[in-house]
């Protein structure tokens, strides 16, 4: 269990700089089919701020943000989404993944389509991987301890 | 008769006695009542007193709108495409990371003297960047002799600086100044690896400390305690 | 060859020339803490000299924006880290070398 | 230009083999920490040099950004780590 560290300079750092990392790693997600990165990469640097938040401020701040149950629906939806977006393809009578049959659902031409599901799918991974990758952290960090008895000696 | 007397005098010893044990209670209640709110109020000059009702909800608001503000220029600065869907997909990731971080940039922050601290803290660049211009030539004269000429030693001082964004200041100012490194921060003391004797004397007569105390307004530079050599420092922090 | 060649030239020359310097300390000098100050400092400076020559060499745009915002990450991120490194060295025990360490280490065996 | 940065380049990479040294023989996993730290700032100027020699620094950039970052965060970590274990 980490408790909250007395480090001044390293909480203050963190404090000033969280903020912009996940606006960074959001860029990275929401900017995958222009630039390098994506989904997975944004993901790992969300799940990263997360892990600078837990080291300097302590596992009670994380947790109000994200805790184990919400890392476990979230990694859910995410997958929910990716799967969810693939199969919608198939309904509307193309292959696993087609986004260009996506149009007719969205009144746009199949180049706007392809660049929106693309998006989607992105955003759906970013989602798993930065929940499973919390969920390492915390079952890393909380060797034996599940939150539930922390919460009785609170 | 003297019995009587005698009687008499021991009651009314204990009568004072009694009215000293009272009044005694009295001045500890007062004093542990001043203590209390003395501690109160200096938990409230930190801002770590939560704010309730109303008010609350208006900072809250406030660091949000502001946090939002920040976070959508730094996404436009990394973006560079302006158009409409682009924009409206930052606005909807800036404000949702506002929403989770409100608490975060702007803990800490005395309200009203916002523009002077930038001010002042923006004519400390220049200073500071000279001060990292010595320290360069500093590493470079003492990297290539073929003797270096160090003797490093550990200073302790104590400071007077409160809020956490000015310990950075000053912690990230004397790592970056010639031949100090702040080693640790222990309820304001800073330990200080030193790499020479003069180098330990400047940085004790507090003359960055002002200049930092100065930006955030805050007091001045207050004693130096002690120069201690390693090994009796380390002993402290241990025990 | 125009005056903004020379300039970025001469920033990269410089960063090139601080980068050697902090690296020949991190090899020469004698312990733990005097490396961090050859690190701590040479490299904040040398990064700052090659970010800013490389944001001169792509002149006014978003790019160079982005490059003086890694300068300022830099700024940041660099001395924290070596205070938060030099701080694991200090808590865990790790003591600094001093000219009279031989002396300091003949008293702890006698005690 | 391109030969100038080309030369620079070759030269951070020199540095970077010679902080390897420190890197891989250092007494104390510390001094490992502070050379790679050493080697990842190096590296972050390599990889913008990349980008102008190949004329991709727009895609070379953010891939800088993460390096850099991920260098703060993998020394504080690491460091947080140490400290809490209580030997180094």
Redesign the interface.
């Known amino acids: 269990m980490i408790r909250e560290s007395d480090d001044v300079i390293v909480k203050a750092v963190a404090r000033l700089l969280m903020p912009f990392i996940v606006v960074y790693a959001l860029y990275v997600v929401m900017h995958g089919h222009y630039s390098p990165g994506g989904g997975f990469q944004g993901g790992v640097i969300l799940a990263a701020s997360f892990v600078l938040l837990g080291v300097s401020h302590g596992l009670g701040k994380t947790r109000r943000r994200m805790s184990e149950k919400v890392a476990g629906v979230i990694s859910s939806i995410g997958v929910l989404i990716y799967g969810g977006i693939g199969a919608l393809c198939l309904i509307l009578g193309g292959n696993y993944l087609h986004y260009g049959k996506l149009s007719k659902l969205l009144h746009v031409t199949p180049a706007e389509a392809r660049s929106l599901g693309i998006l989607g799918v992105e955003i759906g991974v970013a989602l798993a991987v930065m929940a499973v990758m919390c969920t390492v952290f915390f079952a890393i960090f909380t060797v034996g301890e599940s939150p539930e008895d922390d919460r009785s000696v609170e | 008769m003297e019995v009587t007397l005698l009687l008499e005098t021991t009651e009314n010893a204990f009568r004072v006695l009694e009215q000293a044990r009272e009044h005694a209670t009295g001045l500890l209640d007062t004093a542990v009542q001043f203590t209390a709110e003395e501690t109160r109020f200096r938990e409230e000059k930190r801002g770590q007193i939560l704010f309730t009702g109303a008010q609350r909800r208006r900072t809250q608001f406030q660091n949000f709108v502001g946090t939002t503000i920040i976070l959508f220029a730094f996404w436009m600065l990394l973006s560079g495409k302006f158009d409409a869907f682009h924009l409206t997909l930052g606005a909807i990731c800036c404000a949702l990371v506002a929403y989770l971080f409100h608490d975060l940039l702007f803990a800490n922050v005395r309200v009203g003297d916002m523009r002077v601290v930038a001010a002042r803290f923006i004519a400390y660049i220049p200073w500071l960047i000279q001060q990292i211009l010595l320290a360069n030539i500093h590493v470079v004269s003492l990297v290539v002799r073929r003797r270096m000429p160090i003797d490093p030693r550990v200073v302790k001082f104590k400071t007077k600086l409160e809020t956490d964004i000015s310990c950075v200041t000053l912690a990230n100012s004397i790592t970056l100044t010639p031949g100090t490194i702040t080693m640790d921060i222990k309820d304001g003391v800073f330990y200080v690896h030193a790499v020479s004797q003069k180098v330990a004397d400047e940085l004790n007569a507090g003359d960055m400390e002002d200049r930092v105390a100065h930006i955030f307004m805050e007091a001045d530079h207050l004693y130096v305690e002690d120069v201690l050599d390693a090994a009796r420092i380390y002993q402290t922090l241990r025990v | 060859m125009p005056v903004k060649?020379i300039i970025?030239?001469l920033f990269?020359?410089g960063?090139?020339f601080?980068?050697?310097?902090?690296?020949?300390?991190?090899?020469?000098?004698?312990?733990?803490?005097?490396?961090?100050?050859?690190?701590?400092?040479?490299?904040?400076?040398?990064?700052l000299w090659?970010?800013i020559g490389?944001a001169v060499?792509?002149g006014f745009s978003?790019?160079s924006?982005?490059?003086i915002?890694?300068a300022v990450?830099?700024f940041?991120?660099?001395?924290?880290?070596?205070?938060?490194?030099?701080?694991?060295?200090?808590?865990?025990?790790?003591?600094?070398?001093?000219?009279e360490l031989a002396v300091?280490l003949d008293e702890d065996t006698v005690e | 230009m391109t030969e100038f940065f080309l030369i620079i380049g070759i030269g951070m990479c020199v540095l970077v083999l010679l902080c390897l040294y420190r890197a891989t023989y250092g007494p104390t996993i510390l001094n490992r920490a502070a050379g790679i730290s050493a080697i990842g700032t190096k590296t972050l100027i390599i990889l913008l040099l990349m980008g102008v020699v190949y004329d991709r620094i727009d895609m070379f950039i953010d891939i800088s950004m993460v390096y850099a970052l991920l260098n703060f965060l993998g020394t504080v970590v690491l460091s947080k780590y140490l400290e809490r274990s209580g030997e180094a």
């Open positions: 060649d970025v030239i990269m020359l960063g090139l601080l980068f050697s310097t902090a690296t020949l300390g991190l090899l020469r000098l004698p312990d733990f803490y005097t490396r961090l100050h050859a690190t701590g400092k040479g490299d904040t400076l040398a990064a090659s970010l490389l060499y792509h978003l790019t924006a982005k490059i915002f890694i990450f830099m940041l991120a660099q001395p924290t880290a070596t205070h938060a490194i030099s701080r694991a060295a200090f808590r865990c025990g790790v003591q600094p070398w001093t000219c300091l």
